[in-house]
């Protein structure tokens, strides 16, 4: 039994492939992309140790090498599962098990949760709110949905992930500004993009994982900020866990269900859900994604419940053995966890924290830049300047560890303006 690995993006010492599969009886294969291997300044580990054979490919994303040296090594190995955590490597995994016959998810479940007008359309039907939405296929589109919805407007690739790609516009001058900038008036200039209208209100997220076509653990949280502003905004963006005894909290588990059966997916799959809760008290569904949470979601599910949730869904996907427990009820959280990030921001890095304070409620803390780095804004939803998580016995105990901690690391933290080019 070989296991292909396809790792798009982030660090491989933060998905220990190799460490989770230890016992898994054969060979572990893995292709990574260049590109972001070097973003996070890591090198591809050396073949014949914990992999068999590793790959580190140019043009990741956009060119045919990955799918050209996964076939090469399955006609000359027994390749037996593709395994691919990170979204953008989805869709990519289930067509090679098409195309080689193997077990796992496909095609047909993967789909209504990365198009996200078949996602709506689905949930819609089941009786879920949504959005008004509309696929833009020409500006005249845009243009009659704003007509009919007005602003703010959303724009969004139905395909998108980490807010790439998302705009949202406030008036009709921004609108034509948009229309303006390389886009052609009369013609079908964008298939790929979903318009909604705004839906006002605090976005809620649930995590959890589906194990043999149950949801073993699951748990909502609520940021305290918008995720479109991670370019502009450059105070603490907080999100904290909804205590057990929260009204929302039942109503969102059971939105959760709802949703993922609208939806199905394969056997076994880690799951990430955004639903804004509206000052009409009503839950509205932004949208789900058939993998785990970005940012430290992955080590908040652990404080919470003990266990990876990434490690547990590749181990699910090749019938690995998993914690007893998670064959049992489902759990409630063994404490309240809270997240703080702080974007990257134009400036000259001269002084940060080279450790995390002496709280003892602070259970990780993670620094993304050092001293002589020049941040620029940030680029997407995850180009972080510091990520930090505490523990608490409820939310507001939560929520006040990380204003001081806050508070703690700006006191830390020295910018000096960035350097202007010289000029030739």
């Not at 006609?75 to 995994?93: K, N, S």
């Not at 900038?181 to 013609?187: E, F, S, T, V």
């Not at 090749?318 to 703080?340: S, Y």
């Amino acid at each position: 039994m070989t296991v292909l690995v396809l790792h798009h993006r982030g660090s491989l010492a933060g998905t220990p492939y190799h460490e989770w599969l230890a016992d898994h009886p054969g060979d572990v294969l893995l292709i990574a992309s260049r590109e972001h291997l070097a973003l996070v300044s890591e090198q591809l580990p050396p073949e014949g140790g914990a992999y068999l054979r590793t790959a580190a490919v140019e043009d990741y994303e956009t060119g045919g090498h990955l799918e050209a040296q996964a076939l090469d090594w399955a006609r000359e190995l027994p390749v037996t599962h593709v395994i691919a955590c990170q979204e953008r490597d989805l869709e990519r995994a289930a067509e090679l098990r098409e195309v080689l016959g193997l077990p796992g998810q496909r095609m047909d479940t993967v789909l209504p949760y990365r198009d996200k007008a078949v996602m709506k359309r689905l949930a819609r039907a089941a009786g879920l709110a949504v959005a008004p939405y509309t696929e833009a296929r020409c500006a005249t589109d845009l243009l009659a949905f704003a007509e009919r919805h007005g602003f703010p407007l959303v724009l969004k690739p139905k395909d998108s992930a980490g807010s790439v790609g998302l705009h949202i516009l406030d008036s009709r001058a921004e609108l034509d500004a948009y229309l303006a900038d390389g886009y052609d008036l009369y013609g079908p200039n964008l298939p790929n993009v979903l318009a909604e209208a705004f839906v006002p209100g605090k976005m809620c997220h649930v995590d959890g994982l589906v194990v043999d076509g149950r949801t073993v653990f699951a748990w909502p949280s609520q940021y305290q900020y918008a995720l479109a502003s991670f370019q502009t905004d450059t105070g603490g963006r907080l999100d904290l866990t909804l205590d057990v005894d929260d009204p929302l909290t039942g109503r969102l588990l059971e939105f959760t269900e709802r949703t993922l059966a609208a939806l199905g997916g394969p056997e076994s799959f880690a799951f990430h859900l955004e639903v804004f809760h509206t000052p009409d008290d009503e839950l509205v569904l932004c949208e789900i994604a058939c993998r785990t949470g970005g940012a430290a979601i992955r080590d908040i599910v652990r404080l919470m419940f003990g266990v990876d949730p990434s490690e547990a869904w590749v181990r699910a996907q090749l019938g690995l053995p998993l914690p007893e427990w998670l064959g049992a009820e489902k759990r409630t959280p063994e404490r309240m966890v809270g997240q703080l990030v702080l974007m990257k921001r134009p400036g000259r890095v001269v002084r940060v924290p080279d450790g995390p304070p002496d709280f003892p409620w602070v259970e990780k803390f993670q620094v993304f830049v050092e001293p002589g780095q020049t941040m620029s804004t940030a680029a997407f939803s995850s180009d972080f300047l510091v990520t930090a998580l505490v523990s608490g016995a409820d939310r507001a105990e939560c929520e006040a560890r990380l204003r001081v901690l806050e508070g703690w690391f700006l006191g830390e933290l020295e910018l000096a303006p960035a350097e202007e080019p010289r000029e030739a």
